[in-house]
C-alpha cells in the first residue's frame, strides 16, 4: 500500500497526523505540506501527535518526515510527540537526539591572509622543484644504465609503446595536422589576396609548419593522449601497489616503467613531426590549389624554393625536446600519484597541464635562440 498522510485536529491545540501504508525511502513518500499548513493556521498549535496504527513499514523515509516537521513545529511552539510512531522510530530519534553535535564539527571558510598565501605557494614550489629535480635525476641514472647495458625492462614493453606513440597516433596527427594546414592556408590567402600574392601562401604554410607548428601541435596533440595516458597507467599502479610490489623484488620502477616510455616517445616525436609536415603542407596544397586557383607544379616549387633543410631540423630538434618532456611529464606525475581514485585523475591533469607549459616554454625559448644565431 502506498504511503498516505492524513492531518486532523480532534482538540483545539493538537495536531494529529495519521499515517498509513509503507514509508519507505524508495517510494514516493508525501512531503507533508498539509502538516506544515496546519501549524501556521490559526488558532495556534501545542501538541503534533502521531498515529501509526495504519503503518505497514516503515524506515529512513519515516523518520525523515519527523525531522523535517519538528523545525517548523518548535518555531510555532508547538511539542511534537513521539509516542504514537513505533517502538524502533523512537528509538532512533532519541538516540539522535541525545546526541548533540559537536562543536566545530562543521567546516567553516575562513579567508587565509594574502602572506599566507603566497607562503603556501613558495613552499608547493619548492616542493615540485626537489621532486622533480629528483625525477630527473633517477632518470638521467636510468638512461647510463641503459647505454652500460644493466638497464631491467623487457623488450615487448618498449615495442608495445612504441606501437602505442607512433602508429596509434597517426589518425589524430593526421587529421590535426592537416586542418592545421588548411586554416593556416585560408588565413594567409584573405590577406595574400589583397596585393595579388597568393603564391606566397605555399612559403608561409611551408615554413611555418616545418619550423614551428607540425611540432607544437603534435606534442599538444601527444600530451592529452600519451602523456596524460602515461600519468593514468602508472598512477593506477601506484594506487594497486604494483610499484611497492617490484621494488619489493628489486625491480627499479625507474627501468621497468618509466625508461620504455620515455625511450618509445621520444623516439616516434620527430617522426610524427615529420608525418605532421607532410599533412600540413598537403593542407596548404588543398587550399591553394583548390580555392585560389594556383597551379599544381608552381605551388610544389614554391614550396620547394622556401623551405630549407635547416627548417626541418629545427622542427625535428624541437619536436625530440617535446617528446622528452611530455614523456617526463606524464611519467613523473603518475609515480607522484596519491593512493586514490581521485589522485590518478589528478596525475593525469597535472601531467596535460605541466606538458603543455613545458612546450610553450621550450618553444619560446628554441625560437629566441634560432633568432639570435641567425637560423
Known amino acids: 500500500m502506498r504511503a498516505e498522510l492524513s492531518v486532523s485536529r480532534p482538540e483545539g491545540d493538537t495536531l494529529r497526523v495519521a499515517l498509513r501504508g509503507e514509508w519507505k525511502a524508495d517510494q514516493e513518500l508525501?512531503?507533508?505540506?498539509?502538516?506544515?499548513?496546519?501549524?501556521?493556521?490559526?488558532?495556534p498549535v501545542k501538541r503534533v501527535a502521531f498515529d501509526a496504527r495504519g503503518l505497514e513499514g516503515w524506515d529512513s523515509g519515516l523518520l525523515t518526515l519527523v525531522a523535517r516537521i519538528a523545525a517548523p513545529a518548535a518555531a510555532a511552539g508547538a511539542?511534537?510527540?513521539?509516542?504514537?510512531?513505533?517502538?524502533?522510530?523512537?528509538?532512533?530519534?532519541?538516540?539522535?537526539?541525545?546526541?548533540?553535535?559537536?562543536?566545530?564539527?562543521?567546516?567553516?571558510?575562513?579567508?587565509?591572509?594574502f602572506l599566507e598565501r603566497v607562503a603556501n605557494l613558495?613552499?608547493?614550489?619548492?616542493?615540485?622543484?626537489?621532486?622533480?629535480?629528483?625525477?630527473?635525476?633517477?632518470?638521467?641514472?636510468?638512461?647510463?644504465r641503459l647505454l652500460a647495458g644493466r638497464a631491467r625492462f623487457r623488450a615487448s614493453d618498449l615495442l608495445l609503446e612504441v606501437q602505442e606513440c607512433g602508429a596509434d597516433a597517426l589518425p589524430i596527427v593526421s587529421l590535426i595536422s592537416l586542418l592545421v594546414g588548411l586554416i593556416l592556408a585560408f588565413i594567409a590567402a584573405l590577406q595574400l589576396q589583397m596585393f595579388g600574392a597568393q603564391i606566397y601562401v605555399a612559403n608561409l604554410v611551408g615554413i611555418a609548419m616545418t619550423r614551428a607548428l607540425a611540432a607544437v601541435m603534435t606534442g599538444i596533440i601527444m600530451a592529452g593522449?600519451?602523456?596524460?595516458?602515461?600519468?593514468?597507467?602508472?598512477?593506477?599502479?601506484?594506487?594497486n601497489e604494483e610499484?611497492?610490489?617490484?621494488?619489493?623484488?628489486?625491480?627499479?620502477?625507474m627501468e621497468f616503467l618509466v625508461l620504455p616510455r620515455m625511450i618509445a616517445l621520444s623516439l616516434m616525436m620527430p617522426l610524427l613531426?615529420?608525418?605532421?609536415?607532410v599533412m600540413g603542407v598537403l593542407g596548404g596544397y588543398v587550399i591553394g590549389v583548390g580555392t585560389l586557383g594556383l597551379n599544381p607544379t608552381t605551388y610544389y616549387l614554391q614550396t620547394k624554393a622556401s623551405v630549407h633543410l635547416r627548417d626541418f631540423w629545427i622542427g625535428l630538434f624541437t619536436a625530440s625536446v617535446f617528446g622528452v618532456l611530455v614523456s617526463m611529464a606524464g611519467c613523473m606525475r603518475g609515480m607522484q600519484c596519491g593512493r586514490s581514485a581521485s589522485a590518478v585523475g589528478e596525475?593525469?591533469?597535472s601531467a596535460v597541464v605541466t606538458s603543455i607549459v613545458g612546450i610553450v616554454i621550450s618553444t619560446a625559448v628554441i625560437t629566441l635562440v634560432c633568432s639570435m644565431l641567425g637560423l
Open 30 to 43: 508525501p512531503a507533508g505540506d498539509d502538516v506544515l499548513e496546519a501549524l501556521r493556521a490559526a488558532p
Open 79 to 113: 511539542a511534537v510527540q513521539h509516542d504514537g510512531l513505533p517502538e524502533g522510530a523512537r528509538r532512533l530519534l532519541a538516540l539522535a537526539a541525545a546526541v548533540p553535535e559537536r562543536k566545530g564539527a562543521r567546516r567553516t571558510a575562513a579567508a587565509v591572509p
Open 122 to 144: 613558495a613552499i608547493s614550489f619548492g616542493r615540485s622543484s626537489r621532486e622533480m629535480t629528483e625525477f630527473l635525476g633517477e632518470s638521467c641514472y636510468a638512461f647510463a
Open 225 to 239: 593522449r600519451t602523456g596524460a595516458s602515461f600519468a593514468a597507467q602508472i598512477g593506477t599502479m601506484q594506487v
Open 243 to 253: 610499484i611497492d610490489a617490484l621494488k619489493t623484488l628489486g625491480i627499479s620502477p
Open 273 to 277: 613531426a615529420l608525418y605532421a609536415n
Open 347 to 349: 596525475a593525469t591533469t
